[in-house]
């Protein structure tokens, strides 16, 4: 445990920035899941909605730093290749 007073405030904000940040990992998360779970069922028209909310979740945890933004680019177009692909087949 820290002693002195700047180290014991360093270590609260992680605490609640880690909170924040597995917090919004797991939404996206739950949300690709989702996604695949629709496109499973062959709900082609609510995996596009769901992937449009997904690229909203995606862009907002890039732009605060919680993703890499190569990242989020990289997985939205591997889930828009997905949809695509399931919906053609």
């Known amino acids: 445990m820290p002693n002195i007073q ?6 609260r904000q992680s605490l609640v920035r880690r909170g ?10 739950t949300a ?3 996604l695949q779970a629709s496109v ?3 709900e082609f028209d609510a995996a ?11 862009d907002q945890s890039a ?6 933004v190569n ?8 889930l828009s290749q997905f949809v695509k692909k399931a919906s053609v087949a």
């Open 32 to 34: 690709i899941k989702r």
């Open 48 to 58: 596009r909605t769901q992937l449009t909310s997904i690229y909203k979740l995606l």
């Open 6 to 11: 700047s180290a014991k405030k360093r270590l």
């Open 40 to 42: 499973q069922a062959k």
């Open 71 to 78: 990242k989020a680019s990289r997985t939205k177009s591997r």
């Open 63 to 68: 732009s605060k730093g919680v993703i890499h």
């Open 20 to 29: 924040r940040n597995r917090a919004a990992k797991s939404s996206i998360k």
